[in-house]
Nanobody, 125 residues
Framework: QVQLVESGGGLVQAGGSLRLSCAAS????????MGWFRQAPGKEREFVAA????????NYADSVKGRFTISRDNAKNTVYLQMNSLKPEDTAVYYC??????????????????WGQGTQVTVSS
């Protein structure tokens, strides 16, 4: 069992930056692949980024490539999402998720086993 808690969301102007954190409980965090997803009002949950258990492989949605960076610190049981050059269309609730398939970077939310409660990111124009 893994429990995930996101933090770092907030209100930022377009062009600004935020760093989201996702703290995980449990001794097996380092074996899980981790992902970030987001959901805007009235829209489906969409993939943002994912990283394998050892941080060796990352995967990004085309909409965030070159602007967002996913990373992890297994010693701190934490995964991060650095978001730069934010746009109003990045406004959403951001969720982190854990997958038992540690070597994967799934983009489908259905393939993740555990979810956090989400953190709101609002980008003003």
């Amino acid at each position: 069992q893994v429990q995930l808690v996101e933090s770092g969301g907030g209100l930022v102007q377009a062009g600004g930056s935020l760093r989201l954190s996702c703290a995980a409980s449990g001794r097996t965090f380092s074996s899980y692949a981790m992902g970030w997803f987001r959901q805007a009002p009235g829209k489906e949950r969409e993939f943002v980024a994912a990283i394998t258990w050892n941080g060796g492989t990352m995967n990004y949605a085309d909409s965030v490539k070159g602007r967002f960076t996913i990373s992890r610190d297994n010693a701190k049981n934490t995964v991060y999402l650095q978001m730069n050059s934010l746009k109003p269309e990045d406004t959403a609730v951001y969720y982190c998720a854990a997958s038992r398939a540690g070597g994967s970077t799934w983009s489908s939310h259905r393939l993740y086993d555990y979810w956090g409660q989400g953190t709101q990111v609002t980008v003003s124009s």
